[in-house]
């Protein structure tokens, strides 16, 4: 054989190989391809009645298909590595072979296309490429070509697209009976372990408190005996050396979870939303109580999230699964269209079951529940929704019921995956939020994308003209978004890190700034500019304004509910504004007091709170809750011998105070009231 005949061997390969295996470097992790994904789902989708939603070129909003039988036109642009199919011609003495540039001409002409001229195959068969070796070509004209082939990914068998038809069936030395082919998806091996978008362990708490308060009303306040309080009061039901590292208030429940994985819950039980032993249907409970979770589903791992919503609550486990149970209902009532959903409100059940020894199963790492739906995160950066999807908040294009039985019946999580595409590659998701009837993610690229109700402009998204003649039905048809869409009002340059509200929004950026968008009645927005029912200028804002909530002083996170909001500090203190109806906001507005507006952030002040830090506060319609620690000057005093009986006596948990003291106490808080007020005026 000549140089001329051996250079172009070594620098030919088989065309259905080259179609099919993007060639990646022996050193690295085999990386999952987007762009084959994309090309290959639209045969699956479309057989599933859905459609992938695709973003415009600009990256402004998705374009929902509304025709249910057309197909969506995937191409991935890539010009310098352009993927092909398999060749469907018969079998010849000629072969379509790729000619792959050297590195000078692809410097040089970084446009040329991968795809080669036909070239007469050689008579000498060219070898396998060994693993971890470099297969060096045209020695003799003093360039060298270097092919590296991932280590322990097997030649994939090539199947000519119809029987009897095109080339023969050629199978490579390493493929075995059990080889595992994922060319219809463009995934990689079973066994390859490529780089997760986001880790579990960046999304659970890792802060554990040693108090918890509430305030409020109900029996969700998990006080016995006592539903009203009006500032935070400590729980003095749980466990000695509990230690709890998460809260979420629910519409009409609480729930705790413990550094142990072990949940607790208290409040109305609607139909399951409250499952502890012993307490039976529509009946409540005022303690807190250990929710017993069958033994099936300890199996899934340990408890390292929770999230609540309405009337219902949802927990994911450190392997990545998602258990819930309670009652979920939609704008006609309880949503009973699938069996799933009754056996919510029996007992917990899995909704996402993820198993690493099955392919295909969704690994989720975050929750975040609305009014009625759940936002799931998987470690691959897809966005799955779950529940009541009437009002746009499930992204989901608008031809699909919300309640789909399909979208229920596979707990794999895969039919609950939105797809969203962006010239013919996937959107990827490092974060979820939700909240009342809406959804949103924030993308790699920092970009948020939101979904739902926007019928006050909350969603950061234009608001239609809508026909003041018009029914109340349609209106408010007009103002849902049933597909992700990207958020300008929301700048990418920004990390955004809390996000919650119903009719307006607040969002905390990670320099600890809160922003508000939205219905501004009441002040729900805390700039103080709201001056009632006449005014026609304040009462909603289309764009975000900074909540300031002092000089200085900076936010570790943001909570909100239905026109009432609580923002924690750095520093551990709490300040909250809007309307408190039942005493949520926790700053000591008597239930008889005509004025229950907080116009702008007033610090909440406590005894209970005294000596704490804060670390977490979760608020819904009728109550809160305060996750608090105690501060590290406590520690050390507590840690001084010669103090030790100050300290026992100071540190004394507050389930033991007797009540004349609580009293005391009591009317030092109603006292301060007033100050409190004034300081948050000059805030």
Not at 266 to 288: A, Q, R, Y
Not at 303 to 319: D, H, P, R, Y
Not at 412 to 426: A, Q, Y
Not at 624 to 636: G, M, N, P, Q, T
Request: net charge negative.
């Amino acid at each position: 054989m000549t140089d001329v005949e051996m250079e172009i061997t070594a620098q030919t390969a088989e065309p259905a190989k080259e179609a099919i295996n993007t060639q990646i470097t022996a050193d690295q992790e085999v990386p999952k391809s987007d762009e084959m994904d994309a090309q290959n789902l639209e045969e699956k989708l479309e057989a599933d009645g859905d459609v992938p939603q695709k973003v415009e070129s600009n990256g402004d909003s998705p374009i929902d298909e509304t025709q249910a039988d057309s197909k969506v036109d995937v191409k991935a642009e890539n010009s310098g590595n352009e993927l092909e199919k398999p060749s469907n011609t018969a079998a010849s003495t000629e072969e379509e072979e790729h000619e792959h540039p050297t590195e000078e001409e692809a410097s040089a002409n970084p446009r040329r296309s991968t795809r080669g001229r036909k070239r007469k195959v050689s008579e000498q068969p060219v070898n396998t490429i060994p693993e971890e070796k470099e297969v060096t070509a045209a020695a003799a004209s003093g360039r060298r070509k270097k092919q590296k082939t991932a280590v322990s990914e097997p030649e994939e068998e090539i199947v000519s697209p119809k029987a009897g038809r095109g080339r023969p069936r050629r199978t490579s030395e390493a493929s075995t009976p059990s080889s595992t082919s994922r060319r219809s998806s463009g995934r990689v091996g079973v066994g390859a372990r490529r780089k997760q978008r986001c880790e579990l362990d960046d999304y659970i708490p890792n802060s554990a408190g040693e108090r918890v308060l509430s305030c409020g009303e109900g029996e969700q306040l998990g006080h016995p005996g006592r539903t009203t309080t009006r500032k935070p009061r400590a729980l003095d039901t749980l466990p000695d050396g509990t230690e709890i590292i998460q809260v979420a208030a629910g519409g009409v429940h609480s729930v705790l979870l413990t550094t142990n994985g072990k949940v607790y819950s208290c409040g109305m039980n609607e139909h399951g939303t409250v499952p502890v032993i012993g307490l039976e249907k529509e009946d409540s409970t005022d303690e807190f109580r250990e929710i017993e979770f069958p033994q099936e589903l300890k199996k899934h791992g340990k408890i390292v999230q929770i999230t609540a919503g309405a009337s219902f609550s949802a927990a994911l486990t450190n392997k990545g699964s998602v258990i819930a149970w309670g009652n979920l209902r939609d704008s006609q009532g309880e949503i009973e269209i699938h069996a799933l959903l009754k056996q919510m409100q029996q007992q917990p059940v899995i909704i996402v079951r993820h198993d690493s020894k099955v392919a295909g199963t969704k690994k989720i790492v975050k929750i975040a529940a609305g009014e009625n739906h759940l936002v799931m995160l998987s470690d691959d950066g897809e966005v799955l929704t779950f529940g009541d999807g009437s009002m746009g908040q499930l992204g989901r294009s608008t031809r699909l019921s919300s309640i789909r039985s399909s979208r229920m019946v596979d707990d794999s999580g895969k039919s609950l995956v939105i797809i969203l595409l962006e010239r013919g590659k996937f959107i990827r998701f490092v974060d979820i939020f939700a909240g009342g009837f809406w959804s949103m993610a924030r993308a790699e690229d920092g970009r948020i994308f939101a979904c739902g109700l926007n019928n006050f402009g909350q969603l950061g998204l234009p608001l239609p003209n809508i026909d003041e003649n018009a029914d109340a039905a349609s209106s408010e048809a007009e103002f849902r978004v049933p597909i992700f869409t990207h958020v300008k009002a929301f700048p990418s340059d920004k990390k955004w890190t809390h996000i919650k509200g119903v009719k307006h929004i607040v969002a905390r950026t990670d320099d600890g700034t809160i922003y508000g968008i939205g219905n501004n009645t009441d002040n729900a927005l805390g700039l103080g500019t709201y001056e009632g029912q006449q005014d026609k200028e304040h009462w909603r804002y289309l764009e975000l304004q900074e909540i300031k909530l002092g000089n200085g002083v900076k936010a570790a996170g943001v909570t909100a509910t239905l026109g009432a909001s609580i923002a924690w500090t750095e520093n551990g203190e709490a300040y909250s504004w809007g309307y408190d109806t039942t005493g949520q906001l926790g700053v000591g507005i008597a239930s008889d007091d005509d004025d229950k507006m907080v116009a702008k952030p007033r610090k909440i002040e406590s005894a209970h709170l005294n000596g704490y830090h804060i670390l977490e506060v979760s608020i819904a319609d009728n109550h809160s809750l305060f996750l608090a620690k105690k501060r590290e000057v406590e520690k050390k005093k507590k840690e001084e011998p010669a103090e030790s009986n100050v300290v026992a006596e100071a540190s004394t948990d507050l389930n033991k105070v007797k009540e004349p003291h609580i009293n005391a106490e009591r009317a030092t808080a109603e006292s301060s009231d007033a100050k409190t007020e004034t300081e948050a005026m000059e805030h």
